[in-house]
């Protein structure tokens, strides 16, 4: 009854603040898999010196990244909707075809873009497949945490290929059956779910990122 209800009440605030929606949702769940990832990072260490404790703001920029890209996936799930219907018209059959071309539409064919972007400058469109919102990821966290941008540079040249490797082996297959069997209003809110394990293992291949840039430092400071 309570699972009801809460449908209700989120298909009914889609229907009226749509954006407001996705962003909300998106930036909660977001932030949930930060807050696995921090509690993940705080449990694995035998070292109890080495537990740095929960720290909110990296929780918040978690939270801020998923709020202003959710209203941008939810568009992009649109323009698929409208440009591959799985059904034609007076048939209920799925067109397989089409679901094959949401998929690759929304692995690979979204217009690239220069590296020197770093994701801080893209048009709409060039930033709604899990490809490029790694990009903006690492482009985003770097100016949250106030890397220079020889900073950003090294974190994308070291995140970036196993990165979009692990997302390869992972959003297809999740993607495939978001387009197949979940409705359009619930397509974000699905892949934010999924998204919290996924930013699990983006919060904590960040996270290292972040660690060995603070020990160059540190190190550069030594000398």
Request: hydrophobic content about 40%.
């Amino acid at each position: 009854m309570t699972s009801l209800t809460i449908t209700r009440a989120y298909q009914h605030f889609f229907d009226t603040h749509p954006n407001g929606t996705l962003a909300l949702t998106g930036g909660v769940l977001n932030a949930v898999g930060d807050i696995v990832a921090q509690v993940s990072q705080n449990t694995l260490p035998e070292d109890q010196q080495r537990r740095p404790g929960w720290d909110a703001a990296r929780t918040l920029r978690f939270f801020c990244f998923g709020f202003g890209i959710s209203p941008l996936l939810g568009r992009w799930n649109v323009v698929l909707e409208r440009r591959f219907p799985l059904c034609r018209r007076r048939s209920h059959k799925v067109n397989l075809g089409a679901l094959s071309k949401r998929v690759a539409a929304d692995q690979l064919l979204m217009a690239p873009f220069g590296v020197s972007d770093y994701g801080l400058r893209l048009p709409v469109l060039c930033i709604d497949t899990p490809y490029h919102q790694l990009v903006l990821f690492i482009g985003c966290m770097g100016a949250m945490e106030g890397r220079d941008l020889a900073q950003i540079r090294e974190r994308y040249s070291d995140m970036y290929t196993t990165a979009l490797l692990a997302n390869w082996k992972v959003w297809p297959m999740a993607q495939l059956v978001n387009f197949r069997y979940i409705p359009l209003p619930y397509r974000i809110p699905f892949q934010s779910t999924c998204g919290v394990f996924w930013t699990l293992y983006l919060s904590l291949l960040n996270a290292k990122e972040g660690e060995k840039q603070e020990l160059e430092i540190a190190i550069r400071h030594a000398h």
